[in-house]
């Protein structure tokens, strides 16, 4: 259906703002609602205590932790090779890109170079994982809306995702298939054609989502103009990815620190413009996700074809037995949910002083109380899955 | 601009707050006293030629050879206008360290320069025990105010990543189990 149609429709709720509802409403007393850790659109554990005054949340404060499980203090314990299986246990819908992270901060602390064949192998299964994970966000965030058919679509094409990471290294959800020195083994037979059928047949379903959901009145209507983050308070808040670059902010550590050979691939960065409604919103943040998925498509087909031409080691036996030099090294990578940090230490030895994950979702999801104040109820759950939080990664 | 420039303006405009530097590290630095951070932390932010709007991480570290903790701040400055066609570049990105001994530690926080400092100033007292003082998430302790803990319970006792932390082998009736009969981690 073309947009205009939709778009002409009359608008029931035109009149209907949240300053009017609690200026007519009749008089009401302040609750308290404990919503979580339990509930189904606070994806995983996540508890949100809301002080509600009829249908308005006056305040809500998240309460996290539920999911803590020492993965720092394990860091201290086992050697960085040991130490990749526990990374993709944080961003659990984003393994791939977590071991990449962990294993490239140890490299640069090491000063360990892995060969251009690996380095490659890495940046197709890092766009994979980042197409898988935000189909998984799209997908439940139409869920969180009350929109149950575009998850099931999605899930049918992250499954054919996952079915090629299955063929590579066996495992489906947890990888630790990018390792210190590379990747664990070479690409099978046939993935190179294998994953660029894949993207033939992935790409035009991209905006089968957008029909089915993108541009659903009900949907822009429950996420347009709600939860609208500004430029100024989504660098202030140390926001990333793509709730930073729903706000305009057209910041992508691929661009800024090219670190992978991303500079040798042509792709955009693709911003919130405020198509719906104000820039910053909630449709804008999940609209960049969208559009992400086009731009990994692009990259994919680029390194698929390079891939075709370089031959060479996929592992570096070395990374078994690293030494970290003594010495603190800092390193962000851009993951599906923003930039993941790792903070190594080095004592000389092969297991660190201290391993620091900086989460994404654990800073992304820092502004939800300044989000949440004066929103009717129903947004809270669109504000939070727009922000998109994976609880693995914020309690680590 | 390159860290040893930065450092240099620090030094030129705070004089010996700035107690070191060291450009010799895959994480160039310099370390702050303490009491001046807040000051030094809106420098950093406000400065034309510095503009460190973003705060990536505060990293807490025990070193206990030295009886110190450190708290270690990863700071970025993007350059771009919203709404341009352009992407975003990086003007440089720059890292500060505040030393504070491990006992009765105190760093002032500067959750009012970086708003996401709320967050990691939580968790670096929560885990490692770094005392912010003036956070705006404080709660009263029989040692003092000291910000809210964030991943462990309210009741937690202790600081989880210290390196001279004992496993609780009791919390609230449930008994911990550790492997190999070890009572604490390697480290």
Redesign the interface.
């Known amino acids: 259906m073309p947009e205009t149609l939709l778009e002409a429709r009359p608008d029931i709720n035109a009149d209907l703002t949240a300053d009017s509802i609690r200026q007519e409403d009749l008089q009401t007393e302040e609750m308290l609602v404990n919503m979580g850790p339990q509930h189904p659109s606070t994806h995983g554990v996540l508890r949100v205590v809301l002080r509600t005054d009829g249908e308005m949340v006056l305040e809500a404060v998240p309460h996290i932790g539920y999911l803590h499980r020492c993965a720092e203090k394990i860091g201290e314990n086992v050697a960085p090779y040991q130490y990749i299986p526990y990374t993709d246990r944080m961003d659990y819908l984003a393994g791939m890109n977590d071991n990449l992270a962990f294993a490239l901060a140890c490299e640069k602390l090491a000063g360990l170079e892995v060969t251009p064949r690996a380095t490659l192998i890495r940046v197709i299964f890092a766009e994979l994982n980042r197409i898988a994970s935000h189909l998984v966000s799209i997908g439940t965030y139409g869920l969180d809306i009350g929109a149950f058919t575009p998850f099931l679509y999605c899930f049918r094409e992250r499954e054919m995702i996952l079915d090629l990471f299955e063929s590579a290294c066996g495992a489906r959800l947890t990888y630790s298939y990018i390792t210190i020195g590379g990747v664990t083994h070479d690409v099978p037979e046939r993935f190179i054609d294998v994953t660029s059928e894949f993207l033939d047949y992935f790409e035009p379903k991209i905006e089968e989502y957008n029909q089915l959901l993108s541009h659903n009145h009900i949907f822009v209507k429950r996420t347009s103009n709600i939860g609208v983050i500004s430029p100024e308070d989504a660098i202030s808040w140390g926001l990333t990815g793509p709730v930073l670059r729903g706000s305009g902010i057209r910041w992508d550590l691929r661009k800024s620190q090219p670190d992978l050979g991303y500079d040798q691939f042509e792709f955009d960065v693709p911003v919130g413009e405020g198509i719906k409604g104000q820039v910053g919103d909630c449709w804008d943040r999940y609209y960049v996700r969208v559009l992400e998925m086009y731009q990994s498509v692009r990259i994919l087909r680029q390194a698929l074809a390079k891939l075709k031409d370089t031959p060479g080691e996929t592992l570096d036996k070395r990374g078994k037995t690293l030494k970290l030099p003594a010495g603190e090294i800092y390193y962000e990578l851009e993951n599906p949910r923003g930039q993941l940090g790792f903070l190594v230490q080095g004592n000389g030895g092969a297991i660190p002083a201290r391993v620091k994950a900086r989460g994404p979702s654990f800073c992304n999801l820092s502004i939800t109380s300044h989000l949440c104040t004066n929103v009717l109820l129903a947004d809270v759950a669109a504000i939070i899955g727009s922000i998109d939080v994976v609880m693995g990664e914020v309690d680590r | 601009m390159a860290p040893e420039e930065i450092a240099d303006l620090l030094k030129k405009t705070f004089g010996d707050k700035i107690t070191e530097a060291n450009f010799q590290?895959?994480?160039p630095h310099v370390v702050v006293d303490a009491n001046a951070w807040p000051e030094v932390a809106r420098f950093l932010r406000d400065d034309s030629r510095l503009r460190f709007?973003?705060?990536?991480?505060i990293?807490?570290?025990?070193m206990l050879e030295d009886d110190q903790l450190w708290a270690?701040y990863?700071l970025d400055s993007?350059d771009?206008r919203?709404?341009?066609?352009?992407?975003?570049?990086?003007r440089h990105a720059f890292?500060v360290r505040i030393k504070t001994p491990r006992t009765n530690s105190r760093i002032p926080s500067v959750a009012d320069v970086?708003?996401?400092a709320?967050?990691?100033e939580r968790?670096a007292y929560d885990?490692m025990g770094i005392v912010f003082t003036n956070h705006p998430d404080s709660v009263e302790g029989p040692e003092g105010t000291h910000p809210r803990r964030?991943?462990?319970?309210d009741d937690w006792e202790g600081f989880?990543?210290r390196k001279d932390y004992a496993f609780p082998m009791e919390y609230h009736g449930i008994p911990a189990v550790t492997e190999y009969g070890q009572t604490r981690?390697?480290?």
């Open positions: 590290t895959a994480q709007g973003a705060l990536r991480c990293s807490a570290i025990d270690v990863d993007y771009g919203p709404g341009s066609r352009e992407n975003w570049k990086r890292c970086w708003q996401a709320d967050w990691h968790e885990l964030i991943l462990c319970p989880p990543l981690p390697i480290h």
